[in-house]
C-alpha cells in the first residue's frame, strides 16, 4: 500500500529555473543582450535544436552550458518566466537527465515508464509538492484483534470467507469516519467536502505499479463481504481487469506494509483523499499494564493528513475512535 517521481517526459530536460531563483554566477552578464557562457560544441548543438540557451542551467564549471546541457534539453524550450515576488510560487522544476546529474549512458539497464507508472508518478508528485502533508503516529495493541479473526474466521470456514487484518482495519477505518466525519473530507476551491460514505481504497502492489482499489460505502458492509470484495479487487487489480471505476475517487485511503516486516512509514496522500492511513507489521513488544511489564503485540499506524481539511485535532481523534475499535473489536459489530 495506497504507498513518486516525476514524467518520463520531463526526465528527458534539463534543469530551468526561474530567473530570479538562479545562483549569481560568472557565467551570466547582466541585462538584455547578456552574455551566456557555453562552449562552441554547446552552441552549435543548440542552434541545430532550436534551444534558447538562455533558458538551460548549465552543469559546467562556473554554469557553463556544455554538450550534454543542450542533448537532453527539449526542442524549443522556452525561458521559465522570473518569480513576480518573494512570496510568489516556485514552478516545480524539470527532472534532469541521469547523464546531467553525473550516471554515465550504459551503466543502467532502463525500464520504459508505462503509462500507469507515469500517471502515478505525475500524481504522487503533484499531492507531495502541493499538499500540506502531516502525520500522526500511534501504537495498537491487537491481541483482542487476533483472537477475534479466529473466532470470526471459523465461524466463516464453512463458506470458505477468510477474514484478513487489513479487512478488519478497513471495517474499522470506515466506522471511525462516521464517527469523526471531519476526516472523512477533501479540499476543494469552493469550500471542504464532508462526503456521505467511507469509501475506503485499499493499496495493491501490481507489476509496475500500484493501484488503489475502493470498499464502497465500507461502513455499511460487514467483514464477510468487506474480505470478499477485498480478495476479488486485488486479484483483479494484479490482473489489470479493474474497471475504471472501482480504483478511481475514494475518500480515505489505508497502504499496508506489515506483511514485509515494516514497523512504521507514512504514506502520500492521493488527492483528493484529505488522509491515508500507514499499517506497520504486529510485533510482540514490552508493554506496561498497571504497573506490571507485560508482553502485547503492538501495531504502529500513521494517518498522513491533508492539513488543509484534516488538521491536528480532527487526525487525533479520529485516531482515539480508530484505536478503541482495533482494540476492542466487538465495538465494531454493536
Known sequence: ???????????????????????????????????????????????????????????????????????????????????????????????????????????????????????????????????????????????????????????????????????????????????????????SPEGVALHHHADIAMAVAIDGGLITPIIRAAETKGLAQIATEAKDLAARARTRKLKPEEFQGGTFSVSNLGMFGIKAFSSILNEPQGAILSVGAGEQRPVVKNGQLAIATVMTVTLTCDHRVVDGAIGARWLQAFKVLIEDPITMIV
Open 1 to 187: 500500500g495506497k504507498a513518486a517521481a516525476a514524467s518520463a517526459e520531463a526526465g528527458a530536460q534539463p534543469l530551468i529555473r526561474p530567473a530570479s531563483d538562479r545562483p549569481p554566477s560568472p557565467a551570466r552578464g547582466e541585462g538584455q543582450g547578456a552574455r551566456i557562457f557555453a562552449s562552441p560544441l554547446a552552441r552549435r548543438i543548440a542552434a541545430q535544436k532550436n534551444l534558447d540557451l538562455s533558458a538551460l542551467q548549465g552543469s559546467g564549471p562556473h554554469g557553463r552550458i556544455i554538450k550534454r546541457d543542450v542533448e537532453g534539453a527539449t526542442p524549443g524550450a522556452a525561458k521559465a518566466p522570473a518569480s513576480a515576488g518573494g512570496g510568489a510560487a516556485t514552478p516545480p522544476r524539470q527532472v534532469q537527465s541521469l547523464a546531467q546529474m553525473g550516471i554515465p549512458d550504459g551503466s543502467y539497464d532502463l525500464v520504459p515508464l508505462d503509462g500507469m507508472r507515469k500517471t502515478v508518478a505525475r500524481r504522487l508528485t503533484e499531492s507531495f509538492r502541493d499538499v500540506p502533508h502531516f502525520p500522526l503516529t500511534i501504537d495498537l495493541e491487537i491481541d483482542a484483534l487476533l483472537a477475534g479473526r479466529a473466532r470470526i474466521n471459523a465461524m466463516l470456514e464453512s463458506q470458505g470467507v477468510k477474514v484478513s487484518v487489513n479487512d478488519l482495519v478497513i471495517k474499522a477505518c470506515a466506522i471511525a469516519l462516521k464517527q469523526v466525519p471531519e476526516a472523512n473530507a477533501s479540499y
